[in-house]
Structure formats: C-alpha cells, structure tokens
C-alpha cells in the first residue's frame, strides 16, 4: 500500500473552502478563552469549611458571589477568595502577619 504523503500540522487553520461553509478566517488556538473550573456548592463548602446548605443560603440572600447555572448553584473559586479577604478586610483584621 502506497504512503500518502501528510501536511505539516500548524497551529493556524486554514481557511475554509467549504461552499456549504463559506471563507472563514484562520483561528490561532491561542486566542481560544481558558476558563477556571466552576465549583458546586458542596465544593465551595469543602473550601470555606461550611455546610453546602450555608453556601446556598448566602448565595440566595446575594451575601456569597455564586450564580444559578439551571437549577445548581457554581462558584468560581477566584471569586470566593476574593470575597475571602475582602470579608477579613471589612472586619478589619490584617491580611499579612497576626500581631501580639
């Protein structure tokens, strides 16, 4: 069986020729968004060291930066840990080293 000679793989794609599809210009997967994996509320429980039924009762009082996604609560941990310090900031507590 002959060897069909393969092109080069780029990180580019070419546009496409398609006539169902159109021309579409080149994508670089680099510009492609990379989202943080999104927490349930029995995850973000496990994080802050609370029951999940508190998770869901500060995010439906809007006390817990959370958003409905369907019928379930998610979390995106960088949120929670900026909510974290702002919390320890508003009870006026240092951030840094505990003093004497």
């Known amino acids: ?4 000679p ?7 794609t070419e546009p ?9 210009p080149a994508v670089q997967a680099s510009i ?12 973000a429980g496990e994080l802050l060291r609370v029951h999940e039924k508190t998770i869901i009762r500060y995010a439906r009082a809007q006390k817990l930066p959370g958003f ?5 609560w998610r979390f995106k941990q960088s949120t929670l840990a900026r909510w974290v310090d702002d919390q320890i900031e508003l009870a ?6 505990m003093e004497n």
């Open 6 to 12: 393969r092109k080069p793989v780029s990180s580019v």
């Open 16 to 24: 496409s020729t398609s006539p169902a599809l159109g021309t579409r």
């Open 68 to 72: 409905l996604l369907g019928e379930r």
């Open 92 to 97: 006026g507590q240092p951030l840094g080293r």
């Open 32 to 43: 492609l968004p990379v989202w943080e994996p999104l927490l349930t509320a029995i995850e």
């Open 1 to 4: 069986m002959p060897k069909i």
